[in-house]
Antibody
Framework: QVQLQESGPGLVKPSGTLSLTCAVS?????????WSWVRQPPGKGLEWIGE???????NYNPSLKSRVTISVDKSKNQFSLKLSSVTAADTAVYYC?????????????WGQGTMVTVSS | EIVLTQSPGTLSLSPGERATLSCRAS???????LAWYQQKPGQAPRLLIY???SRATGIPDRFSGSGSGTDFTLTISRLEPEDFAVYYC????????FGGGTKVEIK
């Protein structure tokens, strides 16, 4: 049973860089799936941030692309998110999720989420 | 960029009633790329439906998905107390996007 667990600072200063890691357990990050980050501001809907394949290939939300970097560490079976130049608008619960490709694209496994607040 | 519009924003129903949730896309979406999720307060979303009409593992058969092109529907045949939650549709195109959500609340 694959499980995902997010970790990282819960508080980031404005203009700083948000850094989170998602540890994958019960399965290999090198399986035939993409791995995504999704966020949800308080009281609002879901926003896809970006995704990575174990090869290192990435796709990003165009609205965030200039500030986002997603990387993978196969040796640690985890992937990471960096979001630069953060503002209060980046305050949200950040989820990592498995983007299963077969039999159809869907985010079938999610981490519990981690709240990140941008504040001085 | 495909935009998903969900309606209604809120659905007030009683347990045992039928819920019909709509998801309309601004452009045609491949059925293979349309999914539905349920989210309860303080919890991560849970995959309900993928490929527009296939139930995910462990999802009760009172949940069903249908539709094609630009119009998709999630139906809950008889609402159970645990079904009151927010539901999101999602398309996986060049950039995955979620709809704004429909809240199903107890009447």
């Amino acid at each position: 049973q694959v499980q995902l667990q997010e970790s990282g600072p819960g508080l980031v200063k404005p203009s700083g860089t948000l850094s989170l890691t998602c540890a994958v357990s019960g399965g290999s990050i090198s399986s035939s799936n993409w791995w995504s980050w999704v966020r949800q501001p308080p009281g609002k809907g879901l926003e896809w941030i970006g995704e990575i394949y174990h090869s290192g290939s990435t796709n990003y939300n165009p609205s965030l692309k200039s500030r986002v970097t997603i990387s993978v560490d196969k040796s640690k079976n985890q992937f990471s998110l960096k979001l630069s130049s953060v503002t209060a608008a980046d305050t949200a619960v950040y989820y990592c999720a498995r983007d299963r490709i077969v039999p159809a694209h869907a985010f079938d496994i999610w981490g519990q989420g981690t709240m990140v607040t941008v504040s001085s | 960029e495909i935009v998903l519009t969900q309606s209604p924003g809120t659905l007030s129903l009683s347990p045992g009633e039928r819920a019909t949730l709509s998801c309309r896309a601004s452009q045609s979406v491949s059925s293979s790329y349309l999914a539905w999720y349920q989210q309860k307060p303080g919890q991560a979303p849970r995959l309900l439906i993928y490929g527009a009409s296939s139930r995910a593992t462990g999802i009760p058969d009172r949940f069903s998905g249908s539709g094609s092109g630009t119009d998709f529907t999630l139906t809950i045949s008889r609402l159970e107390p645990e079904d009151f939650a927010v539901y999101y549709c999602q398309q996986y195109g060049s950039s995955p996007r979620f709809g704004g959500g429909t809240k199903v609340e107890i009447k």
